[in-house]
Every structure is written in structure tokens, then in C-alpha cells.
């Protein structure tokens, strides 16, 4: 079949399916994060956890909990990587090095996934099971539980109360996470994803060589991978890896999957604040960025020249699945960045400077389009709120958003939101250039080592993850620095966002005059969408700049 023809036959093919899920799952999303009866199992976690199912949360005390069950779930999870030469199914696998199980268990608690080792070498099939794919559900879980709060301060009144933080991590990973991902593991199966027990097998290859091939459960891990954009790969190659990501249709299941519970949150979210229009607006907005993010990126990877010698060779096909090709890598490498997912089926390091930019900006986005589980949908309503500001400064008028309004203190909030990512990217990737001994681990030198760096924190600070995999990350100093941009990057907006769900909560809300900015039409997606791109043009285009910009500009 014609590449172009079956790049457009796949679009059509993924957009059509999200079409076709927006608003059930959308609509079973909201009826699982309202108050209803919960179910046996649900009830029985709460008695083991001491848990008051009635009883909501102040915003301060239901942060504490996100926080405290995040602290609990590294300190598991580092003991687990440090102590798994002693446990069943280590398939042989030494304990894992003190700095590289810190930013393992900082990067799969905060739904990062950002991996600097090799899995079929590093991890045991108990630690990938018990220990990273039980934080593939939690995290993605803790991101919607977050937005869920923030949905309820925009729709209680005259109360501290924004709801259970043990409750809504139950009824999301119970009732939603595990049945989706169950379904889709067997669907992976038939695709020809590998689920199995097996250790390590040394074969022969075509040529006489050795070579170690490690089998395991792959096909359960891949499914709540995507499903709850964290992208921690089983093998080193990630969904690149034909264990993983096996055929054309397998690689298509899995970009649906990433982008599934984000793009329906929107409808969520008109459900639960009572005016689906406002959900329709919301998703407007993330599906133009996306679109014209696949739209940039395949075209760069079609048509950009570059001086590399793969590229001369080969048409932008350096670092690209010969079983994918470029329409399909590119539009796994737009969603993968836009949805705070980190798996890729291809070499970012080896796309054009445009298009290994545009992965770079997609994540300096702050992932809104559609973003991660969860986190996407908090950052676009923080964003919205500051549109609803900047309209209501033009016209004179207090802001209101959802009949809330926006007072000095709720700006206060957005706007620590907005600026803690970009603090912790820019300062982070400034330590790594002024550092003689970390510059060295740069593969390149110039524009393109330096977009190296900036990708690397840019991707640690937004949680997604993915990397240009043209640098070394390895030394004690990257894995502590990087875990440490991780976990700030994740818990400081997670806490301005929960300070503006409390703030809201406690207003009464005000009615809706002539004078009162509408946030469903086209006119607000449009300044919606420009507000997003212009403050994180402002913030991150000096960086831009020196790296794939001069790139593609020598």
C-alpha cells in the first residue's frame, strides 16, 4: 500500500476511535469519581486501610495524602529494586545500584518513567510486575484523583471539602485501570506481544553470533504502560522492541491507548461541572494542538534535509522502524510527548532538527494536548483560568471561570503552577552545561548536544519520560539529578493545583450576566489556544533557540 495513503488511513483509523470512546468512557469516568455505592472489593480495601469512605477531605489534608502515599511508594519501590537479587523470579538479576534505584523509583511514582538502564538486563520479572507495573496503575491514578479535586472546586460552594484522596485511588484503579488494561493485554497477546515467565535464553543468531533474549510479561505491562501514559518500557528499545510492539496494528492500539483517557476527560469534566460544552471547548483546544503537532512533525520527517549521512541515505528513516515508517513513528513520537507518556517506537535523537524541536516544545506545552492521565486536563484548566484573566483584564471586568471567580489568590496559584516546570527545566539543564564532566556525556557537541540536555530535563521535569537517547545518564550525578527534577516537577503543581481546588471550593458561586466571558465558543478555544503557546513561547524560546532552532538553522 502507498506510505502516504496508509499514514492517512491510520490518522483517520486512531481519530475515529477516539471519537467513538470520547463519551461513554468519558461519561463512566465521571459516574466513577461522583459519590455512588462502592463496590465489595473497594470496601474491603478501605477496612484494611482504616479508611472512612464518607468522610471528604480538606484540600491540605487531601494533599498530604497524595504526598504520603508517593513518599511510601519510592521507599517500596527503591528497597524492592535493591533487594530483588533475594527475591522469586530474579531470573539472576544483581540488586540494582543505589543511585539508579532512586531515579527508577522517582520516575515510575511520578508517572515519569524515565529509564536509565536497560530493563532485559537490569530488572527481574517480580520487580517489573509487583514493583513498576503496580506504579503504572497508582501513578496514572494519583493524576486523575488530583483533577478530580479540581473539577469539585469548581462545582461545591462555601465548603473546605474537595473529596477522598483514598477513595478516588480505589474506585480509578478498581473500576477503571485494571479492567482497560486487562482487556487490552489480550488484545496485545493476539498481536503478538509476549506474556510469559521465561528467563534468559541464549540463541544463535543468522550470522553464528550469541545473543541473550529475555522473555517475561511483557504484554500486561505494555497495556497499563500506555494506558496510563507512563511509558516505562519492559526492553531497552521500548515499544520499539518487536516483543513490545510487534506489528502495524499493535503500534496503532498502543497510540490510541496513550491517548484514550486523556482525550475523554474533557467529557468527563463537562459532565461533573454540568455543561458539556465546556468539555467540548476544552477538547477543541487539546485536538488542535495535537493535530498540528502530528501534522509538523510528519512533515519534517518527510521532507527536512539534514546533513546527517542516514539522512542522505535513507529519507528521515535513520533511528525508524522499517515495520512502522516514518507516518507512524511520527505520530507515536506527537502523542507520546503531548500525553506525558515517554514510550517511543523510534530514535528522537535521529529525527530532524524540526521535528526533534517539536518533541521538545510538545512536552514544554506542559503535555495539555491531550497531557498525561489526569495531569493533562488540571493543566489546561490552569491555563483556561489564566485566559479567563488575561480576557478580563481587556474588558475591565473581575474574571469569572464556571461561575468562580478569580480573585488575587487564585491567580496567585495559576501562576506558581506556570512557572514551577520551567524553573525546574532551565535551571536544571543550566547545571548540566556549566558541569564540565556532565557536558561530556553528550554524544553531540553544538546545537544538537545541547537540545540533548534541554530534552532530557524537559522531559524529567514534565514527567513524560522519553528521551533523545543521545546522551549518557547513567553517573550517579544525572540519575539523582534528573530524579530529583522528577519529583518536583510532578508534587509542585500538584500542590498549587490542589491549593486553587480548595480556594475554589469555598466560594459561592456567581450568577452568569451579559457581562460574563462565554467559555464554549469558538472564540475562547482560539484564545485558549494562542494563551498556550504564547506563555510557553515566552518562557521556553530562549532555550529553543540555542539548540534545535540554531540546529535547524546552520
Known amino acids: 500500500m502507498n506510505g502516504t495513503l496508509a499514514g492517512w488511513l491510520q490518522i483517520i483509523a486512531l481519530v475515529g476511535a477516539l471519537a467513538l470512546t470520547y463519551r461513554p468512557l468519558g461519561d463512566y469516568m465521571a459516574r466513577i469519581l461522583n459519590p455512588g455505592k462502592h463496590l465489595a472489593v473497594e470496601r474491603g480495601i478501605y477496612k484494611l486501610g482504616g479508611v472512612d469512605a464518607e468522610a471528604d477531605q ?3 489534608v487531601y494533599l498530604r495524602s497524595v504526598l504520603a502515599f508517593s513518599v511510601v511508594s519510592v521507599l517500596f519501590l527503591y528497597a524492592f529494586q535493591r533487594l530483588q537479587n533475594h527475591l522469586l523470579l530474579a531470573i539472576g538479576m544483581k540488586a540494582v545500584a543505589p543511585a539508579t ?3 527508577t523509583a522517582a520516575s515510575f511514582v511520578t508517572n515519569t518513567n524515565w529509564q536509565s538502564y536497560s530493563g532485559e538486563t537490569t530488572m527481574g520479572h517480580l520487580v517489573q510486575m509487583a514493583g513498576l507495573a503496580v506504579q503504572n496503575f497508582v501513578s496514572a491514578a494519583v493524576g486523575i484523583a488530583v483533577v478530580a479535586a479540581l473539577i469539585r472546586g469548581f462545582t461545591r460552594k462555601r465548603t473546605d471539602r474537595i473529596g477522598n484522596f483514598w477513595v478516588d485511588l480505589t474506585r480509578i484503579v478498581v473500576r477503571l485501570l485494571v479492567p482497560m488494561a486487562f482487556v487490552f493485554a489480550i488484545i496485545l497477546v493476539a498481536t503478538g506481544a509476549i506474556q510469559n515467565f521465561h528467563g534468559i535464553h541464549d540463541i544463535s543468531t543468522i550470522v553464528g553470533d550469541k545473543q541473550s533474549i529475555t522473555g517475561g510479561p511483557v504484554a500486561s505491562q505494555e497495556a ?11 526492553y531497552n528499545a521500548n515499544s520499539a522492541h518487536p516483543f513490545e510492539n510487534p506489528t502495524g496494528f499493535s503500534n496503532l492500539i498502543e497510540i490510541y491507548l496513550l491517548l484514550a483517557i ?3 476527560l474533557p467529557r468527563t469534566f463537562g459532565r461533573m461541572v454540568g455543561d458539556n460544552r465546556q468539555g467540548y ?18 512533515v519534517n520527517e518527510l521532507h527536512s534535509v539534514s546533513s546527517s549521512a542516514g539522512h542522505a541515505a535513507g529519507g528521515m528513516l535513520e533511528g525508524k522502524e522499517q515495520r512502522f515508517g516514518v507516518w507512524a513513528s511520527a505520530l507515536f513520537a506527537a502523542s507520546t510527548t503531548l500525553t506525558s507518556t515517554g514510550a517511543v517506537n523510534s530514535f528522537h535523537d535521529s529525527f530532524s532538527p524540526g521535528g526533534g524541536g517539536l518533541t521538545i516544545f510538545n512536552m514544554m506545552l506542559g503535555e495539555i494536548a491531550p497531557g498525561g492521565t489526569g495531569s493533562g486536563l488540571y493543566g489546561i484548566l490552569v491555563l483556561a483560568i489564566i485566559t479567563v484573566f488575561v480576557a478580563g483584564l481587556m474588558v475591565g471586568r473581575t474574571p469569572e ?6 480573585t488575587g489568590r487564585e491567580m496567585k496559584f495559576a501562576s506558581l503552577y506556570i512557572l514551577a516546570t520551567p524553573a525546574v527545566v532551565l535551571i536544571g539543564s543550566g547545571l ?6 556532565e557536558r561530556a556525556n553528550m554524544l553531540n557537541s553544538g546545537p544538537h548536544g545541547f537540545s540533548e540536555v534541554l530534552y532530557a530535563f524537559t522531559s524529567a521535569a514534565n514527567n513524560n519520560g522519553s528521551a533523545f537517547a543521545g546522551i549518557t545518564v547513567t553517573s550517579n550525578w544525572w540519575n539523582t539529578a534528573l530524579g530529583l527534577a522528577m519529583l518536583l516537577g510532578r508534587f509542585l503543581p500538584m500542590i498549587f493545583v490542589l491549593a486553587l481546588a480548595g480556594s475554589l471550593a469555598r466560594q459561592q458561586p456567581v450568577p452568569i450576566t451579559t457581562g460574563t466571558l462565554p467559555t464554549h465558543r469558538p ?5 485558549l489556544t494562542a494563551v498556550v503557546l504564547i506563555v510557553v513561547g515566552l518562557t521556553y524560546f530562549p532555550a529553543l533557540a540555542l539548540g534545535p532552532l540554531a540546529e535547524g538553522l546552520h
Not at 401 to 406: A, R, S, V
Open 224 to 234: 497499563i504502560k500506555e494506558l496510563g501514559t507512563n511509558g516505562g518500557g519492559f
Open 101 to 103: 534505584a532512586f531515579n
Open 262 to 264: 486523556s482525550f475523554s
Open 432 to 437: 548540566a552545561m556549566s558541569l564540565k564532566g
Open 281 to 298: 471547548a476544552i477538547l477543541a483546544v487539546m485536538g488542535l494542538i495535537w493535530a498540528a503537532s502530528v501534522a509538523l512533525i510528519t
Open 401 to 406: 471561570y464556571l461561575g468562580k471567580k478569580l
Open 523 to 527: 472564540q475562547f478555544v482560539g484564545l
Open 58 to 60: 480538606r484540600w491540605p
